[in-house]
Protein backbone atom coordinates (compact mmCIF):
# COMPACT_ATOMS: atom_id res chain seq x y z
CA UNK A 1 0.00 0.00 0.00
CA UNK A 2 1.43 3.75 -0.88
CA UNK A 3 0.44 6.69 0.78
CA UNK A 4 -1.25 9.25 -1.46
CA UNK A 5 0.95 12.49 -0.59
CA UNK A 6 -0.26 16.19 -1.82
CA UNK A 7 0.78 19.63 -1.10
CA UNK A 8 -2.32 21.54 0.64
CA UNK A 9 -0.98 24.60 1.61
CA UNK A 10 2.62 26.75 1.24
CA UNK A 11 4.09 25.03 4.59
CA UNK A 12 3.03 21.46 2.82
CA UNK A 13 4.90 22.38 -0.79
CA UNK A 14 8.18 23.79 1.14
CA UNK A 15 8.27 20.47 3.30
CA UNK A 16 7.71 18.18 0.88
CA UNK A 17 10.21 19.84 -2.07
CA UNK A 18 12.89 20.01 0.96
CA UNK A 19 11.97 15.40 1.82
CA UNK A 20 12.23 15.46 -1.91
CA UNK A 21 15.65 17.03 -1.90
CA UNK A 22 16.99 14.87 0.61
CA UNK A 23 16.13 11.96 -1.06
CA UNK A 24 15.55 12.17 -4.94
CA UNK A 25 16.82 10.78 -7.29
CA UNK A 26 16.63 6.96 -5.21
CA UNK A 27 16.26 6.99 -1.57
CA UNK A 28 12.22 7.20 -1.25
CA UNK A 29 11.03 4.52 1.29
CA UNK A 30 9.69 0.94 -0.23
CA UNK A 31 6.84 1.96 1.67
CA UNK A 32 5.86 5.51 0.09
CA UNK A 33 5.64 4.34 -3.51
CA UNK A 34 7.06 7.52 -4.54
CA UNK A 35 9.80 7.66 -7.38
CA UNK A 36 11.33 10.34 -8.84
CA UNK A 37 8.73 11.13 -11.30
CA UNK A 38 5.70 11.02 -8.65
CA UNK A 39 7.16 13.26 -6.06
CA UNK A 40 7.93 15.82 -9.36
CA UNK A 41 4.36 15.31 -10.06
CA UNK A 42 3.59 15.72 -6.41
CA UNK A 43 5.40 18.84 -6.17
CA UNK A 44 3.83 20.28 -9.90
CA UNK A 45 0.43 19.86 -8.04
CA UNK A 46 1.41 21.94 -4.97
CA UNK A 47 2.28 25.00 -7.35
CA UNK A 48 -0.93 24.82 -8.92
CA UNK A 49 -3.05 24.53 -4.99
CA UNK A 50 -0.40 27.09 -3.29
CA UNK A 51 -0.58 29.69 -6.35
CA UNK A 52 -2.48 32.29 -4.52
CA UNK A 53 -0.41 31.44 -1.59
CA UNK A 54 2.92 32.72 -3.86
CA UNK A 55 1.34 35.74 -4.60
CA UNK A 56 3.93 36.52 -7.25
CA UNK A 57 3.32 35.32 -10.61
CA UNK A 58 6.97 36.30 -11.28
CA UNK A 59 8.32 34.54 -8.01
CA UNK A 60 6.07 31.49 -9.18
CA UNK A 61 7.70 31.32 -12.49
CA UNK A 62 10.92 31.60 -11.45
CA UNK A 63 10.47 28.33 -8.76
CA UNK A 64 8.45 26.37 -11.26
CA UNK A 65 11.78 26.88 -13.77
CA UNK A 66 13.99 25.87 -10.86
CA UNK A 67 12.02 22.54 -10.27
CA UNK A 68 11.88 21.64 -13.90
CA UNK A 69 15.63 22.16 -13.89
CA UNK A 70 16.23 20.03 -10.78
CA UNK A 71 14.09 16.96 -12.49
CA UNK A 72 16.10 17.72 -15.39
CA UNK A 73 19.80 17.35 -12.69
CA UNK A 74 18.02 14.31 -11.22
CA UNK A 75 16.93 12.55 -14.38
CA UNK A 76 20.61 12.72 -16.11
CA UNK A 77 22.36 11.48 -12.78
CA UNK A 78 23.32 14.97 -10.92
CA UNK A 79 21.95 14.77 -7.61
CA UNK A 80 24.06 17.66 -6.07
CA UNK A 81 22.79 19.78 -9.29
CA UNK A 82 19.45 18.68 -8.47
CA UNK A 83 19.16 19.14 -5.04
CA UNK A 84 20.48 22.40 -4.95
CA UNK A 85 17.90 23.75 -7.51
CA UNK A 86 14.85 22.39 -5.42
CA UNK A 87 16.30 24.38 -2.16
CA UNK A 88 17.07 27.66 -4.84
CA UNK A 89 13.38 27.09 -5.29
CA UNK A 90 12.23 27.21 -1.75
CA UNK A 91 14.76 29.97 -1.09
CA UNK A 92 13.30 31.88 -3.71
CA UNK A 93 9.57 32.16 -1.74
CA UNK A 94 11.77 34.10 1.01
CA UNK A 95 9.74 33.22 3.74
CA UNK A 96 10.05 35.37 7.00
CA UNK A 97 11.62 33.16 9.94
CA UNK A 98 9.10 31.62 12.44
CA UNK A 99 9.57 33.01 15.75
Not at 15 to 44: E, H, Q, V
Request: aromatic fraction near 8%; charge should be negative; glycine fraction near 8%.
Amino acid sequence: MSIQYKCHNLSDLVDFTLSTAMRAPDNFAAWSGLDLGKAFAIIRGGFDTCSSEIGDAEKERQMRSLVEQAHAAYSRGDKVKGSHLLQEAVQALHLPEAN
